[in-house]
């Protein structure tokens, strides 16, 4: 599955203009950015998944191109899809960005897989 390399481009700039420490990771098809090892946005086909405050999540839904994330079927608090609609020009692209920025430090990293070697 493709993903859009010139908004994911976009996405690498805004993190080196704010001298944030991050790397691209293979993921769902797309590619993530990874920040303090955990999960901050994903680039999916043209979409961005971004995981933002569940306290901010609800007025979120309401602007324009922002919509629920529901992979399995049923919506993720604090998890967000969002469309070109929300992120076209500059500063809608960096007000995401700076949301899922700001929730990353009071996010949950993933648990580690153990590996199974024999």
């Not at 309401?62 to 469309?83: A, D, H, I, P, Q």
């Amino acid at each position: 599955m493709a993903y859009n390399a010139f908004l994911a481009d976009r996405i690498a700039q805004f993190f080196i203009e704010k001298r944030v420490s991050f790397y691209e990771k293979k993921m769902f098809g797309g590619t993530c950015f990874m920040v303090n090892e955990k999960m901050c946005v994903v680039v999916l086909r043209d979409e961005i998944m971004a995981r933002i405050h569940p306290e901010v999540y609800e007025e979120s839904l309401k602007k324009e191109g922002c919509k629920e994330m529901n992979f399995t079927g049923r919506s993720m608090k604090g998890y967000v899809f969002l469309t070109d609609d929300a992120y076209d020009l500059d500063v809608d692209l960096q007000y995401w960005l700076q949301l899922a920025l700001d929730f990353n430090p009071l996010a949950k990293a993933s648990k580690k897989r153990k590996s199974s070697k024999n």
